[in-house]
């Protein structure tokens, strides 16, 4: 319950008022409703006097009519002041839940599934929403009805009410057992929807891979025995809540009964008056709803509660460093030298992966204008030399140093503003190409004049081809779920643009030329050389062509750095760099 306070206390405390407001008017709806009873009792009671005529009901009927009209606004204004903040709470829950994603380290999105992430932001923030709009509500109006209902009941005759009170235990002894019974089979329900959603999602991205080994039929029965668990956990459900209807309409009959059984003799012995009878089944069919709906509340926050429970862990995950919530990023300072002292990773130990790959401790330094080459066989740690340096992996304070500045303890947003990062996997937004480039400028260079003429010249750079036989709609083409519509040369190409878009201190492009011909890799660098100002490029990269015009090249083996160098002083040295070399040269179409 504990997180229920603590989600109270940052959520809802803005909106006390909107909810005392709400409350205030289910407390005038039910005083009206038990008005209306009462008045109805005494139009009986009047029409059964000797004197009585076709007028007498009259005054009662207006009344009635007067608090029935009323009762239409104050309801209706209880449901907009009550439903409203749980719209409102929903709204901040998930800005605060995206936002804190958009701070999270790597490593947290190794740890989680993304159909979790999406069920998360989709499923349980509706359970919250329920629980503040919907919960709230009846909490309230059960509170307030049962406590006027039987209230009245219990000044007319308080023993009558006591009888009353063995079908309400009953009703609601039913239902709560039948929730929990139920509560059983929703989880698992929730469970089986998850892993359907992520057979869906694993198929969505890995279609091709099960179309190539054929696979189908493997899949579909994974699919096919969740379906099956699911239908029949749901026919369960339906089961119980087919039996809980008829039995709850039997306690209400029951109550009925009892009065009758009760009241009645005593209408006959004069005891209690004829209006008084018809009050007591007034109260009951006001009591019986609120009563049996009980039982549905408390699963509202029975749902609620484990659903904030797992917002709560994203929306105060804390990012392996210092976050930033700057609404603009600070611009780079210009001239700035980037250092590497001793810079090192490791990955988190985990039983999956025992001995996680080691960046052995890198220095550097990277003066204006500088371009650095990394070379090195698959998985020696290329990548995570660069991505540390960025501080998409944890660094360490001290490792990163920006012209003597702690990159470490820097804002991130701050931190970011100095570099531009094309990396390996280039992710294209599905949207058009203009959209995908804009995303590096910021949102006031979007409106400036020369934005058109600042994408045209990073698009010329990256060589794209806007060429209007292939892209007819230009720079609005739309690219497709993840750039699916263009090739993977055209993707490398868009994300480098974007890369070079960006105004930064240093340039790093992780393999970024790997899927373009040589020919125009070959233009590319070109491209990148004559960039005025001069710009500080940091480029790791398979391809000795790419990287032999950078003024240092460090060599990567196994997470170390084990030759360092110019190209002329590296193709000298016998190691990987001069093997790679030799062979590029001799079969410079691979
Ligand atoms: N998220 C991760 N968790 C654990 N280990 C990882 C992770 N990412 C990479 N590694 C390990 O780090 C090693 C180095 O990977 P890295 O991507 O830096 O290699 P690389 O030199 O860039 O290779 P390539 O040339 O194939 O791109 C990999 O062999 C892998 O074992």
Known sequence: MQIFWRFSKRYLRPYLHWYLA????????????????????????????ADADAQTVVPYAVKIALFAVSIIVVRTASRLLVFTPGRLIEYHVRNDYYQNLLFLQRGFFQRH????????????????????????????????????????????????TLYLAVPMILAFTIIQVSINYMLVYWRLANEQVGGLSSLCLSAYKGVSAIQNYHAEPAVLDRFRGINADYLHTQTVVTRVRSFIMPMVQLVGNLSVFIVLLIVAPKVLQGDLTLGELNAFLGYIAMIMPPLLSLGWMLNTFNRAVPAMERLEEIITAEPDLPKTVAETSEKPRGAVTISARDLAFRFPEDPKNPEPFELKPVSLEITPGKVVGVAGPLGSGKSVFLETLLRLNRLEPGRVLLNGDDGAVMELNRFRAFFSFAPQKPLLFSTTLRENLLVALTPEDHDQPDVEQRLRHALAAACFDLDPKVFPKGLETEVGVKGVMLSGGQRQRIALARALLKEADLYVLDDVLSAVDHETEKKIIQNLRRMEPKRSFLIASHRISAIQWADEILVFEQGSVVQRGNHAQLIQQPGFYQDIYQYQAEHPDE
Do not use: H, P
């Open 113 to 160: 599934e993304s159909g979790d992430l999406v069920s998360r932001c989709s499923n349980d923030i509706s359970f919250v929403r329920a629980a503040y709009g919907f919960g709230f509500l009846q909490i309230a109006n059960v509170t307030i009805t049962l406590t006027l209902g039987i209230g009245a009941m219990f000044a007319m005759d308080w023993r009558t």
């Open 22 to 49: 709400g409350f205030a008017c289910i407390f005038l709806t039910q005083g009206m409703a038990v008005l209306i009873i009462n008045t109805v009792k005494n139009a009986i009671d009047a029409v059964t006097l």
